[in-house]
């Protein structure tokens, strides 16, 4: 028998055998109190600009919620979680204020009107700027408010009734600037169902014979109660509501709405209502749609399609289901419906010249869709633009290759390609089209010289690390004339291009030492205006000294880190300093892409709960977002040499800050959250490279994956011996280094259950190993309750001083 199948036995065999081991009870813990200073440094607001470029929004944001906001009841069905007290999403970040700024004065007006600490969430301006639409969550649901621009008064459009259960935004402007399309719960709708004592039967799922190779979901319907609930809290009434008389009237039948959308001139409204039959092995947007064309009046006009369940998708990432999908409405035509269908029956292992095919059906629908252009590869949108100008997307994950094209959409001939590169390869990107809104209030791409020039924006990745860019691009001749990039030592990327004639441009701009602010720069005269004045939220990191390293793996790829040293630091008095590295694995079709230049030298330091950052006030050299690429070339699976290339990648990082005369080599920690630390579980048992290691929220036994996991397409029966060799869990006996592992108790990632680490634990302490798990309640794949996350970083400050910094020698296996 070979060896896989051996550990796939012990594997079996501890999920069942293994028992509980004693627990320590253990109240919520604070860091060194620099890091909770840290943690508790005013978050910086987030910024919202009108269409016209003339208001910007300032959104004010509140410090992480308590482990009291975290605890609410919480359903979790049918790859949902919902708030059964608000009927909205039980995890989301909300607003606590409102703030506009004039553009062109600099003069900022606070909303008035807004309750005491509002929970704000959903902000959408009207088409035409005049309005901000926004909800705020209450103990007992959500309403839904408007902010008036001229006024800069906040006023409640609705009770407590706003439906924010299914994803997406939960209501929609219409393009008169005034009218909103909202889903509200059924009014009079009862009590919640209530789960019966005594079941009426079993549950009952059949195979019939047709491959269903769905990947490892969470949250799924389990019996007929959740099916019941999925259809109470999932279902919504919609409403047309007046903002100017807060008048409401009801908008065709009510359902579970997964989605509507607005024709660009307000006759038409496409909805997409989920129905049974429901399933248990795949979430709620696989479940069956009808697709439904109602006018302003709420009238049906025509079913477009009854989308079935999707439970039987061929295999490979790829894949698609058959029949119309990816509906949207042209942005340049009052109503026309676009939808894709595949011509390869949704199978990337089909050999086909055409995989999808554009489809449009003009108002009033009633005539035969009429076939548009063809796509060599899958369907990844389309921008509309004017004048019968479109650039069409298309994309091949196995291959990384991305096409862009531009059509006439009259034309079903007219493809015409302007970009073909891979996404991989970051110096060779052309960036993305510039957008403009029309005179429907939809963006379109922004033309100049009579509709011959487009503009592009771009991260412009270079060996020097990424340089934004603004280019102009002619679309006769295919040629690129660069009118601005960034420029050091500062990091600055466009925002919004107001205005190409005169050539002025809304950029948000940091440095090493200064925190992104946003500038109206006139491209012109190189003039800037500074538009928000943010001070630095983390006076404790200034003076910190970073540095984008490269370095070279054995094999002479180019590999490269963010490197941060304590502030004051000197290597000749101060000696080699303990270490810790994070990082997340990348897998790669080509060496070249793998060794390019990622992010930027002048990006200003940023933290976040997760961050490692928080320890250069405590001594450490931190090696962040150190490379980690896996490479498998033309027909190679990049994951055939998954462990090698992962123990290659370390060594080198080591060697790196060890010749730099700054890290000591004997006293380096390895972290990683998700597939970083499943990356760090690998690296303890197959090295001896670290000190120790941290591992939150990840997944150790890749046969609880079978049907795929990350990049990796095959399943675990075509290649059982790679799902053996990339398991730490099957090589729990080689882990001899100290691992700390941190998962949330209602972690809802795919393939990331809870109970991955805790049978990882049982194994390392089943073997002898040093381990420690942390389950933090109500957490799921990222942390979000204040308590919560200043206790993880108490867990990895205590872990890291006892088995690395206060570490003298290197441990012999």
């Known amino acids: 028998m070979k060896k896989w199948k051996l550990f796939s ?50 959104l004010e944001r509140p410090g992480y919620p308590s482990i009291e906001e975290l605890a609410q009841p919480e359903l979790r069905i049918a790859g949902l979680r919902i708030n059964p007290r608000t009927n909205g999403p039980s995890r989301s970040s909300s607003y606590n204020g409102l703030t506009l700024k004039n553009i062109e004065s600099g003069e900022s007006f606070p909303i008035s009107g807004l309750p005491e600490s509002p929970q704000i969430e959903n902000v959408r301006w009207s088409p035409d700027g005049s309005r901000i639409a926004f ?52 009014e009079g709708r009862g009590e919640a169902p209530t789960e019966p004592l005594t079941p009426e039967g079993p549950v009952v799922q059949e195979s019939t014979g047709d491959k269903a190779p769905v990947r490892t979901y969470q949250d799924l319907l389990e019996d007929p109660h959740d099916e019941a609930l999925f259809e109470y809290y999932g279902s919504s009434q919609l409403v047309l509501i007046d903002t100017d008389t807060r008048g409401q009237q009801n908008f065709g039948p009510a359902g579970i709405y ?64 058959e029949g119309p999908r990816s509906f949207n409405w042209r942005n340049d035509e009052p109503a026309t419906l676009t939808w894709v269908e595949a011509q390869d029956g949704g199978d990337p292992n089909v050999e ?57 959409p009259k034309d079903p001939e007219s493809k015409t390609t302007l970009f073909d590169f891979s996404w991989e390869d970051r110096y060779n990107n052309p960036g993305n089209f510039v957008t403009t809104e029309n005179q429907y209030g939809r963006s379109v791409l922004l033309t100049a010289d009579n509709g011959e020039t487009l503009f592009l924006t771009g991260q412009g990745a270079s060996p020097e690390g990424n340089q934004p860019f ?52 006139n491209l012109e005269d190189d003039k800037i205006e500074a538009l928000t004045e943010f001070e630095h939220p983390y006076p404790a990191l200034e003076g910190i000294e970073k540095q ?64 490692p950052l928080y320890w250069l006030t405590q001594g450490y050299a931190i090696f962040d977002d150190i490379s980690m690429p896996i490479v498998g070339e033309a027909d190679e699976e990049p994951n055939d040499y998954f462990r090698e290339q992962l123990v290659a990648n370390a060594k080198a990082a080591i060697d790196k800050i060890d010749a730099m005369g700054i890290g000591d080599r004997n006293r380096v920690a390895i972290g990683g959250h998700s597939y970083g630390a499943f990356m760090t579980a690998n690296l303890l048992a197959h090295s001896d490279l670290f000190a120790a290691g941290i591992a939150r929220s990840g997944a150790y036994n890749r046969t609880l994956t079978p049907f795929g996991f990350q990049a990796e397409e095959r399943t675990y029966w075509e290649a059982p011996e790679v799902y053996y060799a990339m398991s730490p869990f099957m ?6 280094e100290p691992i700390l592992m941190i998962h949330g108790q209602a972690d809802n990632n795919s393939g990331t259950f809870p109970i991955q680490s805790e049978r990882f634990y049982a194994a390392i302490k089943g073997l002898g190993g040093t381990a420690r798990l942390v389950m933090l309640p109500h957490e799921s794949h990222g942390y979000r309750a204040r308590e919560s996350i200043l206790h993880m970083l108490w867990e990895q400050n205590q872990w890291m001083e006892k088995y690395v910094k206060e570490k003298k020698e290197k441990t012999q296996p």
Do not use: C
Request: charged fraction near 25%.
């Open 548 to 611: 984008v390293v490269q370095y070279e793996r054995e094999d002479g790829l180019t590999l490269q880190g963010d490197l941060y040293l304590p502030k004051g630091y000197n290597p000749e008095t101060d000696g080699r300093l303990p270490v810790i590295m994070w990082a997340y694995p990348s897998e790669y079709k080509s060496a070249d892409a793998a060794g390019q230049v990622e992010g930027s030298p002048y990006e200003f330091i940023r933290l976040y709960w997760g961050s």
């Open 258 to 321: 997964t989605e509507t959308s607005i024709s660009p001139n307000g006759e038409y409204v496409l909805t997409g209502m989920a129905h049974p039959p429901f399933s248990y092995i795949v979430p709620y947007y696989r479940f069956p749609v009808k697709y439904e064309m109602r006018n302003k009046a709420g009238e049906l006009i025509k079913v477009i399609a009854d989308i079935p369940l999707s439970e039987s998708i061929p295999k490979g990432f790829m894949a698609t289901r």
């Open 470 to 521: 603004i280019r102009a691009f002619d679309l006769e001749s295919k040629e690129t004339e660069e009118i601005w990039r960034s420029q050091a030592p500062y990091y600055e990327y466009p925002v919004r291009l107001l205005d190409p004639g005169e050539k002025i441009v809304i950029t948000r701009r940091e440095s090493r030492e200064e925190p992104p602010n946003y500038y109206l720069r």
């Open 352 to 408: 086909a010249d055409i995989r999808d095919r554009l489809y449009y059906l003009e108002a009033p629908f009633q005539s035969t869709p009429k076939a548009g252009i063809p796509f060599q590869l899958r369907y990844a949108g389309v921008t509309w633009g004017e004048d019968d100008l479109a650039v069409a997307y298309e994309y091949w994950w196995n291959t990384r290759q991305q096409i862009a094209s531009r059509f006439d």
């Open 9 to 58: 036995l012990l594997s079996l065999f501890l999920l069942t055998s293994i028992g509980a081991f004693a627990q320590k009870d253990l109240q919520y813990q604070m860091p060194p109190q620099t890091i909770a200073d840290l943690v508790n440094a005013p978050q910086t607001p987030a910024v919202s600009i009108d269409s016209d470029g003339e208001w910007m929004l300032l």
């Open 731 to 736: 090589h729990a006996d080689k882990v001899n």
């Open 135 to 186: 909800s705020i969550t209450k103990s007992n649901g959500i309403e839904l408010w408007m902010a008036d621009v001229t006024s800069k008064r906040a006023q409640q459009l609705t009770g407590a009734r706003l439906n924010d259960a299914m994803r997406g935004t939960p209501f929609d402007w219409f393009p008169d600037n005034r009218t909103i399309l909202a889903k509200l719960t059924i």
